[in-house]
């Protein structure tokens, strides 16, 4: 069998509609066919090069560190604050895992902090309750009350497409001298008071996996304006090789550098992304305007100081006034070959991480209950979308809403 016939096979029917899928439909096999046809394929590469100037530029940062993917960027990054052993940092409770685990991969412990119910982002008061409150400082560190340790960093996660408001933590991390390192994995193409996100800390990190808005199909970028963490990212993320004739190292490196062949598609993919942006904000348009009359749906809210590319278009569920709560809902659209997802289990819930040092995090909880993401691909297609609505209008117990759609 032809891998043609075997993908026909193996694809979902035509009607099935994704959650979020890539959108490959500029220079991607173009770029990618010259790295095959030169035989640059490996991390060496002038693809290379151009991805991370592409989106320095676009993140408004002086450097930009390819890695190979977002998890990569981060653990980095840490590295970099200089977080050590039993240190801990500060990071969203409500956030797909990899921030806190890249905490556990230095040794350190996450301290997580409940989202706020408006834009369902880190607290920013809660942040700042913590260090104001939660922590002491001993003389020469900042030291949380209950565990003892040191806190070396904060690192806010920008979910879901939307920013953080930053200013109050960057405020505090300013107070206490301590590092902000940016997950803005989620965030590529948003602002934050007219900023790119990842340009407002001290480092900012990207992640290029299938779902985000661009794709490498794996991949990962830092940004940075200060050079000496730039020098010393690109030497850890390469083996931290100190001379390479002789190959010696003067410290323990990683191998987390990004391949030219998965550059070329970022550069053909930067090159679409206002493109893909402004998609995500018509689809995200659509559903306003379509399910805003629905009462037990509570739509995503964007902030006067933000610009939300609404990576992912995520809803609330009022079981009560709804009729249906959000799993239900998730498992009648499935049933109609559409597929949705919940929020993330908040990490202070997770049996893989220690949350003892922690507030409490009801908010994180209450939005994971309510919250199902539905599909929001760059690609999809308006039809794909009526029936998207159409569906959920149904379900919620309503009329028809294609009166409405416009
Ligand atoms: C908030 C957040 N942080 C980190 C990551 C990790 O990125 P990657 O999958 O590229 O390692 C992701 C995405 O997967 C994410 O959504």
Not at 54 to 69: D, H, I, L, Q, S
Not at 172 to 188: M, N
Not at 275 to 292: D, G, H, N, P, T
Not at 351 to 356: I, K, T
Request: glycine share 8%; hydrophobic share 40%; proline share 5%.
């Amino acid at each position: 069998m032809n891998p043609m016939e075997e993908l026909k096979l193996t694809s979902p029917p035509t009607e099935f509609v994704p959650l979020i899928v890539p959108e490959i439909c500029g220079n991607e096999w173009k770029y990618v066919k010259e790295c095959l046809d030169t035989n640059w394929v490996s991390s060496v590469g002038s693809y290379v090069d151009r991805f991370e100037k592409m989106v320095a530029e676009r993140a408004g940062t002086k450097y930009a560190v390819a890695t190979v993917n977002g998890t990569a960027a981060l653990h980095v990054a840490l590295l970099l604050a200089g977080v050590h052993q039993d240190d801990e940092v500060v990071v969203s409770s409500l956030t797909f895992i990899a921030p806190a685990n890249t905490i556990r991969y230095v040794g350190a412990w996450p301290v997580f902090i409940d989202a706020e119910l408006t834009y369902w982002q880190i607290d920013p008061a809660g942040v700042v309750d913590f260090l104001d409150n939660g922590c002491c400082w001993d003389g020469e560190s900042l030291r949380n009350r209950r565990t003892g340790r040191r806190v070396k960093a904060i690192l806010p996660v920008h979910i879901l497409g939307h920013p953080v408001d930053l200013d109050p933590i960057l405020a505090a991390a300013e107070k206490y001298s301590l590092p902000v390192i940016e997950d803005a994995t989620e965030g590529l193409g948003a602002r934050y008071r007219g900023k790119s996100l990842g340009s407002l800390g001290h480092a900012g990190c990207f992640s290029f996996n299938g779902n985000k808005i661009i794709t490498t199909g794996g991949g990962g970028m830092m940004v940075t304006n200060d050079a000496e963490w730039a020098a010393r990212a690109r030497y850890l993320t390469t083996q931290a090789k100190d001379d390479p004739i002789e190959y010696v190292h003067n410290a323990v490196g990683y191998n987390y550098r990004l391949t030219n062949l998965l550059a070329a598609m970022g550069c053909a993919q930067m090159e679409q992304l206002d493109k893909f942006v402004e998609a995500k904000q018509q689809i995200a348009k659509r559903y306003r305007e379509s399910l805003i009359s629905f009462s037990g749906i509570h739509l995503p809210k964007e902030a006067d100081w933000a610009s939300s590319t609404y990576w992912m278009y995520t809803v609330l569920i009022d079981q009560k006034v709804a009729g249906i709560d959000s799993r239900k809902l998730l498992h009648e659209l499935a049933a109609k070959k559409i597929q949705t997802r919940p929020l993330w289990q908040p990490i202070h819930r997770s049996p893989a991480h220690d949350a003892s040092g922690s507030p409490s995090c009801p908010n994180a909880d209450a939005l994971y209950n309510q919250a199902i993401s539905l599909p929001c691909s760059v690609g999809l297609t308006r039809s794909e979308q009526d029936r998207v609505i159409h569906i959920i209008a149904s379900l919620l117990g309503r009329q028809n809403p294609s009166a409405r759609i416009s």
